[in-house]
């Protein structure tokens, strides 16, 4: 991380030249590229300003926080860009998933009668039984979970050793 400051109305102190990079620096690890930040320290009369613009990983951070101690200033401008950069990284996250939350599960094994299960979640999709038959001939698996469009119930479609399908319908008693 290339961090650059500047002081304004401001005598440059080692002392706070130090804390402000060892500050900003811890937020290196929420980025995986080259990032450049850019410090502003300015004093206005009785009024100490921080200002922190950070470039990189494909987005644009602006931070300014005003106190009467520089050193308050610079912690409450990093405490206000780490939530924005939280935001952003959920944000990209949620984007990659198509906007939707989804629950991840662990998929720790639980004890059911003394035997370990796996559970394991799918996304089943809504399409007919020859979409179906389709999916599962392109995909390298056995069997696939689906929401049958025509009866509205989830199916299941499994290939056989003998390159034979079988369909499996639910059947409430």
Do not use: C
């Not at 080259?34 to 009785?46: D, Y």
């Not at 106190?67 to 939280?86: F, G, H, N, P």
């Not at 599960?105 to 179906?132: C, N």
């Not at 049958?148 to 056989?160: F, G």
């Amino acid at each position: 991380m290339q961090i650059n400051i500047t002081f304004r109305h401001l005598d440059s102190s080692p002392g706070l030249k130090d804390y402000a990079q060892k500050r900003i620096s811890k937020l290196e690890k929420y980025f995986n590229g080259p990032v450049e930040a850019n410090v502003i320290l300015r004093a206005e009369k009785f009024r100490q300003q921080a200002e922190v613009i950070i470039s990189g990983d494909g987005f644009t951070l602006n931070g300014k926080e005003e106190t009467s101690d520089m050193y308050e200033a610079i912690d409450l401008v990093l405490a206000k860009l780490e939530t924005q950069i939280r935001r952003q990284m959920e944000r990209r996250k949620n984007r990659k998933r198509g906007g939707k939350e989804i629950p991840l599960d662990t998929g720790a094994p639980f004890e059911g009668e003394g035997l370990p299960i796996e559970v394991q979640r799918v996304y089943v999709k809504p399409m007919s039984v020859e979409e179906a038959l389709e999916q599962l001939q392109k995909i390298d698996e056995d069997f696939l979970v689906f929401n049958n469009a025509d009866t509205n119930s989830v199916n299941v479609l499994y290939r056989k050793g003998d390159n034979s399908f079988v369909l499996i319908l639910p059947e409430l008693s």
